[in-house]
């Protein structure tokens, strides 16, 4: 929330919302590892989860939400803040013709408490501008899309300027079809402000690092979404696809090294391959070089 108080808008999709206290997640099967907190951090951390890297006001490691396994809690919401504004257009590029600011991609998976990918989910994002002020007559830095079929979305945007009392952050809603509506923040590692905002959550850290002069971000919802757990990893030796050495079930670490149909591919967060997950077809898990 930008603000104590404000007037909140109501989405024409907003028929309830998540309002249960956050629980801390579980750890038994992490799906996504994150990223690394900062491009600063050493190498030797790239395989450590977040929680492990990114210490609380308090100096104890958080819990981290986007880890997914059997039964984990959700991604906790947080207020909506006095600038949410309905209808926004869809888009999944918030950029805009001479906009300034750093680039900014997000990308990520929504799944269910199963860790299953959910499909057609609708995310709404808004933020502020470089200046830390948001448009409040048009809808500059304020669009929504939908998951494509393997949960998945993508965001182009800036880094958002800082706004009085608050640290950097992104504003979302995120509704899956016929389900609550979770309105929260993500929010940005090594900020300074990060130890002094009120709403700031370690749990709602995204993994951020520099690209080429841009900053590529990740965050993975979970929603309070029933599913029924489909089979796990393929266990036991699997053939490496022709010309490659990309392999499901097998786990890769971070900074791991694959060819994949004559293309090398280097793993960007820990994971156990699945049926599915090759590397041109999940670009949040893997890098071509």
């Not at 990114?54 to 059997?70: F, N, R, V």
């Not at 947080?78 to 600038?83: A, L, W």
């Not at 002069?213 to 266990?235: I, M, S, Y």
């Amino acid at each position: 929330m930008d603000g104590a108080t404000g007037t909140t808008g109501e989405h024409p999709e907003d028929i309830t919302t998540e309002d249960s206290p956050a629980r801390h997640p579980s750890r038994k099967t992490v799906l996504r590892a994150a990223l690394a907190a900062s491009v600063a951090a050493p190498i030797g951390l790239m395989g450590v989860p977040a929680s492990a890297r990114t210490a609380s006001a308090t100096g104890e490691a958080p819990a981290l939400t986007p880890e997914c396994d059997d039964g984990d809690d959700p991604t906790p919401p947080q207020m909506e803040g006095p600038y949410f504004k309905p209808s926004s257009p869809r888009r999944s590029s918030l950029l805009e013709p001479g906009t300034p600011g750093s680039r900014l991609t997000v990308t990520g998976h929504v799944f269910g408490l199963a860790c299953l990918p959910l499909s057609g989910v609708l995310l709404d994002f808004w933020q502020a501008d470089v200046n830390g002020a948001y448009d409040n007559v048009g809808f500059r830095f304020r669009g929504h899309q939908f998951t494509d079929a393997r949960g998945v979305f993508s965001l182009t945007t800036i880094v958002p300027g800082l706004y009085p009392g608050r640290t950097r952050h992104l504003h979302v809603k995120v509704q899956a079809p016929g389900r609550p509506v979770l309105t929260t923040q993500l929010y940005f590692p090594n900020e300074p402000r990060n130890t002094t905002d009120a709403l700031f959550d370690p749990r709602l850290l995204m993994t951020v690092r520099d690209s080429g002069g841009a900053r590529e971000a990740a965050f993975d919802f979970v929603l309070n979404v029933p599913q029924t757990p489909g089979p796990g990893p393929t266990e036991g030796p699997t053939t490496p696809p022709p010309g490659g050495t990309w392999a499901a079930g097998t786990t890769y670490a971070p900074g791991a090294r694959v060819t994949y149909g004559g293309v090398t591919y280097v793993c960007l967060q820990g994971h156990a391959a699945q049926p599915g997950w090759e590397p041109p077809s999940v670009p949040a898990l893997w890098r071509a070089e």
